[in-house]
Structures are given as C-alpha cells and as structure tokens.
C-alpha cells in the first residue's frame, strides 16, 4: 500500500422494491432471518433510488457516513454487521492509472467515507432502508472488490434491513428465508427481470399522515410475541401463497397476480391489527383508496389494479397496462385533487409524461375530471384536497448499477469529504 494521500472511490444505484407478499416477523433479530418467504417488484430506479459514494484512503481517520447531507452514526449493530462481512471478503485492487495497489489484508487497517443519498424524500415514509442497504453493500462490494455473485451479497445487504436483501435484483425477486442458523441461505433470487412483464405501471399515492408511526422493525417485534394469525400466516398461508405469486409472475397472469397482492396486503394488515397492542398502519385515505380499485375491478369483472401498503399509509397501486393506469390516474385526481395552487408536475411526479396521456398537462385541469362511472358516491365525494401529498408514477426497473460518470459522486475527489 502507498502512503501518500490518495482517494479511491466508487459510486452506484440501487432501486427499492415493493413487496407484494410481505414479510413480517424475524425468527433471529439479530441476523435478520424471516419467518417466511416474500415476494417483491423492483421500483425504476430512475424514479425512486438511492446513490452510494464509498471511499477509502490513508487519510482517513475513522469510518464516517452522511446520509442526505447529515452525518450519522456507523455505531449501530447493522451498519457494523455490513461493514465486517463485506471488509471479510475484501480482494485484492489495483488502480495503475492512479498508482493505487491495496492488498486484502489492507482493508482491516483502511477506513472508509460513506455518503448516500435518496432520490425522494425519506420523510414521504417509502422504504429508504431497503434501498440504503442494498446500496451500501452493493458499492463496498464494488470498491474492495468482492468476488461474490448479487446472492450472496443479499444475505450482508439482509443483516443491514431485512427488505434491503430484495433491492439487489431488477425485476422480480424472491426472499427466500432458509433454514441455517448462520442465515447463510437467507437470501434473494430474482425470479424474472424488469423486462419479462413491462406492461405493468405502477403509481404510488403518497398519503398525508400527521401520526408516528411504529418501525417496521418494532412493529414486527411486537406481532412476533403477540399475534397468533402471524403463526397461521408464516406456517399454513405464505408458502402456498409464494408458489401461486410464482406461477402468476412466470405467466405473466394479472388477475392472480392481483388477487395475490391484495390479500397479502390485506392480511398482514390483519396481523398488524392481532398485535398486542394494535398497530394501524393505513389510515382513512388508504381505506377509500382500496374501496375505490375495489369497486373498479368488480365493475370490470377482471382486475384492473393491484394496491399493496407496507407500514405506513402510502398506497402503491399496480396497474395491468398503461391505458388503464391512465384511467386509474383520472380517478385518484378526481378523488383526491391537489390543493389550488399546486403545479401538476409537482403533484405527479416520475414518469410525469402520464399526464399527457390523461389530458392533464395544459390549461384543462383536474375540475373538468368526471367520476369514475361504477363509483358514484360512497367514497365520498371531491372534497379530499390534501390528502394526498402527491403521486408518482413508475414501473418495474432494473437492479443496483455504478455509476462511472464521476460527476454523480457524492464525496470529493480530493479530499474524500462530501461535495
Ligand atoms: C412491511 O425490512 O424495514 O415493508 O428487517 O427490521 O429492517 P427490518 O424491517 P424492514 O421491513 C419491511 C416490512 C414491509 C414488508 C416487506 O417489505 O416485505
């Protein structure tokens, strides 16, 4: 090793998911092993992603992390857990363009500078651990050069947040949740890229929420010791659910694939509801949200939209086609208008070219929007202004990439602090 002053450094994206048969429930917290299998769709990462710069260099003094701007603590047992299995499995780099050699024994010695970043807002309450993990594991992986394939790097990403082991596939991805004690084949598959079912658009409806919520963390700690239907669940409903979710994925079938999300989502809400205390993750908004497709897809005959919410009261709702989620757009406008003076760009935001498709990007606004025909009144009428924060519009993307283009970079190439 050099003992000049040099900056190494890598830079990557990983996407976050959404899981449409959830876990909830660890068998060991502290290796972060479920008690059973999930199913996720990864999120575009052009949409929603998290950006990773890690840098190692002689001048460093300790390990640091900023995470959107803010420096934080690397103390916690899941960060430390990360950061020992990937610096175990250091290789061997070489950069001759810069004169850097670091031998695999370095790595003990070396210190690291983290900084990441969300490319949404981490108070819109949308998995930033998943992404953050999976990001983190994913560029240390890169710059100390570890020779492991995305599975295995799934089950280091796992011990840092258990949703994060997903984030390391495009597509489609299975947790699966093994059965080794050290949690060796806990880890993620990807059943089908991005591109196998690319008709799907999925819009997610950021809800207003005033209340704290639990952790998902907590959450599930709590469910684990009190809830019976999470037994029934892990034991007799998911694996026969995992199967039938994979079938409907590999056949592209939407009408199971819907009926799958929906109950899942709907049933670990149940759970939630059999803890001791109860846990209320969806609020009014989401009810009427999942009154709203329920009412659609039964006038249509065949689902149109799935919806899906994790621990919190977003609805991430998955449309079959883009026609059809250029309707569903119409119809969540109508319910839940935007407060007077908001831009629509900044009310439907990602893939915004949507709104286009639904005549809503000129000077006819949402007031000229008409009632979704098979819905009438009893969701209430257009008076839910605010509810929503705002809408974004995405599809199923591909997994973690670097990012080569050094302007991305979060650290300065100099003195490896942020930019
Ligand atoms: C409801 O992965 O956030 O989103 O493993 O404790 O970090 P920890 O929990 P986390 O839980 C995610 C729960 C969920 C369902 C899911 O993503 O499968």
Redesign the pocket.
């Known amino acids: 090793m050099a003992t000049e002053k040099w900056v190494f450094m890598v830079t990557a994206q990983t996407p976050t998911n959404i ?1 449409v048969i ?3 429930g660890k068998r060991d917290e502290a290796r ?1 092993l479920p008690v059973n299998d ?1 199913i ?1 769709v990864t999120l575009d990462p052009d949409h929603l992603c998290t950006v990773t710069t890690v840098a190692v260099s002689p001048a460093f003094d300790r390990d640091r992390m900023w995470l959107n701007g803010k420096e934080i603590s690397l103390s916690g047992s899941r960060y430390q857990n990360c950061l020992r299995e990937i610096r175990s499995r250091a290789g061997d780099v070489e950069d001759k363009e810069k004169g850097i050699t670091i031998g695999k024994k370095d790595w003990e010695k070396l210190h690291l500078h983290i900084a990441s970043h969300n490319n949404f807002p981490t108070a819109a309450g949308l ?1 930033s ?2 992404a953050g993990f999976a990001c983190l594991v994913f560029s240390l992986a890169k710059l100390m050069n570890v020779d492991e394939d995305p599975s295995h790097l799934s089950a280091i990403a796992r011990q840092g ?4 082991c997903r984030s390391l596939f495009g597509g489609f991805v299975k947790w699966t949740m093994g059965s080794k004690e050290d949690g060796s084949d806990s880890v993620a598959v990807q059943l089908a890229d991005e591109k196998h079912w690319d008709d799907l658009v999925i819009i997610i409806a950021v809800v207003s929420s005033q209340q704290k919520e639990t952790s ?2 907590s959450g ?1 700690r709590e469910s684990v010791e009190t809830s019976l239907l999470l037994q029934h669940r892990a034991k007799e409903v998911v694996p026969k659910r995992i199967l039938q979710m994979e079938e409907a994925i590999k056949n592209r079938d939407f009408a199971s694939f819907t009926q799958l999300t929906c109950t899942d989502s709907n049933q ?1 809400h149940a759970v939630c509801l059999d803890t001791s205390p109860p846990i209320f993750y969806m609020n009014d908004t989401s009810h009427r949200i999942i009154s709203l497709v329920e009412k659609w897809n039964r006038s249509e005959g065949t689902p149109q939209v799935a919806y899906t919410f ?2 919190g009261p977003n609805a991430v709702l998955i449309a079959r086609n883009r026609k059809v989620a250029v309707q569903l757009l119409q119809g969540l406008l109508y319910y839940f208008p935007p407060k007077s003076d908001t831009d629509m760009k900044s009310y439907v935001v990602g893939d915004n070219s949507i709104l286009k498709e639904a005549g809503l990007d000129g000077a006819s606004g949402v007031e000229n929007l008409q009632p979704p025909p098979e819905i009438k009144d009893n969701i209430g009428s257009q008076d839910q202004k605010g509810e929503v924060s705002y809408f974004i519009c995405t599809r199923p993307g591909k997994g973690p990439i670097v990012l080569q283009d050094q302007t991305q970079a979060l650290l300065d190439p100099e003195t490896g602090l942020p930019k």
């Open positions: 899981a959830k876990y909830w972060i999930s996720s998995a651990s998943a947040s258990g949703s994060a998902s963390t599930m670990f994790d621990a």
